[in-house]
C-alpha cells in the first residue's frame, strides 16, 4: 500500500509547476517546419458549472484531457487541421477547422458549449430524463459538442497559461 501511495504521489507532485513557460523553455518553439497548437481551459470562476471535460484531439490522434485549469499541446507540420472535442457521456463532438503556418503557435481557449450548460442544467434539475430532452432540443444547432474553440492571441494566451497546469 505505501508503495502505491507514493507511486501516486509523486505522479500527482511531477505535475505541480508544469506551466507553459516552463515547458515551452525546456521544449523550445516548434521544430523547423512545424507548427504548435496550444488548447486551454481557465480555472473555474466562482461556483460557474460552464466547464467541459474535454477529450481533445487534432487530425484524429489524441493530445489530452484538456478540463478546467488544464492545457494540452500538440507540434504538426503546417497545413489544414481539425480540433475535436468530446465529453464521456455527452451527444456529439465539437470541431474546428484551422490552418497553421510553419514556426507559429495557435492558441484555443475551450469554454462549454451552449448547449453543454443546456444539457447539464437540466440533468441537474430533472435527472436522466432533463439531460434527454435537452439533448433532443438542443441537437439542431451548429455546434453539437460539448465546448467551443475559441482562437487566441498571444498575449492572452500567456497570461491565461500562467495559471493552468498541463493536462494528463
Known amino acids: 500500500m505505501l508503495l502505491v501511495a507514493r507511486a501516486l504521489s509523486g505522479c500527482m507532485t ?11 523553455q525546456k521544449v ?21 458549472m460552464a466547464i467541459c471535460a474535454c477529450e481533445v484531439k487534432v487530425d484524429g490522434r489524441p493530445m489530452g484531457k484538456v478540463s478546467v485549469g488544464t492545457y494540452a499541446y500538440a507540434d504538426l507540420p503546417p497545413g489544414p487541421h481539425q480540433l475535436v472535442a468530446s465529453e464521456l457521456l455527452f451527444p456529439g463532438e465539437t470541431k474546428r477547422d484551422f490552418t497553421t503556418a510553419p514556426g507559429r503557435t495557435y492558441f484555443f481557449f475551450v469554454k462549454s458549449s451552449p448547449r ?11 435527472g436522466l ?27 492572452s494566451a500567456r497570461t491565461m497559461l500562467a495559471e493552468v497546469q498541463l493536462a494528463d
Open 28 to 48: 523550445g518553439p516548434p521544430k523547423p517546419g512545424q507548427s504548435r497548437v496550444v488548447v486551454l481551459q481557465r480555472k473555474r470562476d466562482g461556483l460557474s
Open 129 to 155: 430524463a432533463g439531460a434527454a430532452v435537452a439533448a433532443v432540443a438542443t441537437s439542431g444547432g451548429d455546434n453539437l459538442g460539448p465546448g467551443e474553440f475559441v482562437p487566441l492571441d498571444e498575449p
Open 116 to 126: 453543454h450548460d443546456a444539457v447539464t442544467g437540466m440533468s441537474l434539475g430533472l
Open 14 to 24: 511531477a505535475k505541480e509547476g508544469t506551466d507553459y513557460a516552463a515547458i515551452s
